[in-house]
C-alpha cells in the first residue's frame, strides 16, 4: 500500500445521523428514532428540512438534564417509543445513538431489549456517533443492526432429489441421490428500488435468475445468507456489516470493484459471472455502449484535474471512475480506507498513479490545492463555500450519496455530477463575473 498516505486529519464530514435520510424510505414500515441534544435535533432539521417537514418516518429523543442522573434511560426512551408507536404502527424501530450518548456512557442496548419485550417487536440500537464513523457509515450501523433477522436456512421444502439412470440395473430401482444445496447471489446495500431492479435485470439477461437484496424493504422477508451464499457489496462503507457475515455466517464475500461508472458496472458483473460461471462477453458490448452514451459529458471532462478531500467513502470508487474519463484526478482524499474490502478499487489507482490520503489533514490539503490547482474540488457542504470564495469550483460530495449512480443506466447522472459545476463556473466566466472579481 505504498501510494496510500496517512495524515491523521479531522473528519470533515457529516454526521451519520443523516443516513436516515435514505434509510428510512427503504425499509418499509420502520422508524428511526435519534437520541441526541438539541444541537443534533437542529442538525436534522436544517440538513433535512424538506423531509421533516413532510412528515417522514424518523424523528427525535432531546436529551436533558435530568437524563444526566437518571440510572437508566428505559422510561423515558419507553414514553417516547410509545408516542411513535401510537401514530405510525412500526414493524421495526431503530434507535440511532450519536456523540452526546457516547460521552454520557448511556446503555441504550440493554433499553432497547427491554423495550422490545415490552412492546412485541424489534427496537433496534444502531451506533450512529460522529465520533468515530464518517456520515455513509450510518447505513453500516443499520444493516448491522438487522443481521440478527437475516435467516440462516431457507423454509422447509420437499427435499430436491435428482435421478441417475444406472446402465446395469438389472431392473432394480434407479439410484435416487439429494442434489448439491444451490448457491444464491446476495447483494447489500440499501440503494433505490430503481437501481435494484437494472442490476437484477443485468444479471438475468446474463444468466442469473435469482437475485436477492439486503436489506429487503420488508424485515420479515430478508433474503437467506450461510456459507452457501456469495454477497456482494453494493457500497464501499459496509465493513462491520461484511465482517459479520464473513465471521458469523461464513458467507463468501466477493471482493471486486463497485458498480459506479460503466467500468466499475462492467467489473462488478464480470466478477459475479466468473464466479457462477457464466459466459461474460456480452459485458463489454454493453461498457462500450454505455461509454458512448456519455461522450458529450466525456468531452467536458477530459483533461481537467479533480481533487477529493474525503466526506462520504465513495471517493476512491469515483476517483477510478474518473481516471477512465482520462481524468487526472491530483488526490483522492478518503476519510478511511478497510483495504480487504477496497482491494480491487486501491489496485486500480495504483496502477493510474492516483495519489490516495486517508484521514487527510485540511491544512496540508489546503495547500496542495495552491499547488495542484484543480479544476474541481469534491468536498463537504460545510467546505464548499469557502473554497469557492477562494477562487475553486467545487462540487458536493452529498450529492453522490443521495443520487443514483450505480449501473450503466444511471451512469450519466453520475457524470453530471462533475460537469455541471465545471458548466456552471464557464456560464458565470461568459456572463462578465470574472471582471466583476466575483471569480478569480
Known sequence: MERVERENGCFHTFCPIASVAWLHRKIKDSFFLIVGTHTCAHFIQTALDVMVYAHSRFGFAVLEESDLVSASPTEELGKVVQQVVDEWHPKVIFVLSTCSVDILKMDLEVSCKDLSTRFGFPVLPASTSGIDRSFTQGEDAVLHALLPFVPKE??????VEEKKPRWFSFGKESEKEKAEPARNLVLIGAVTDSTIQQLQWELKQLGLPKVD????????KMPVINEQTVVVPLQPYLNDTLATIRRERRAKVLSTVFPIGPDGTA?????????FGLDTSRIKEKEA?????LEPQLQILRGKKIMFLGDNLLELPLARFLTSCDVQVVEAGTPYIHSKDLQQELELLKERDVRIVESPDF???????????????????????????MGFTTAWSIEFTFAQIHGFVNAIDLIKLFTKPLLKRQALMEHGWAEAGWLE
Open 154 to 159: 431457507a423454509p422447509a421444502v420437499e427435499p
Open 213 to 220: 437484496v439486503f436489506p429487503d424493504g420488508d424485515i420479515r
Open 267 to 275: 467489473r462488478f458483473l464480470e466478477a459475479i459471472c466468473l464466479e
Open 289 to 293: 455502449q454505455a461509454w458512448r452514451d
Open 363 to 389: 491544512t496540508k490539503q489546503l495547500q496542495r490545492m495552491q499547488e495542484y490547482k484543480p479544476d474541481l474540488v469534491v468536498a463537504g457542504l460545510g467546505i464548499c463555500n469557502p473554497l469557492e470564495a
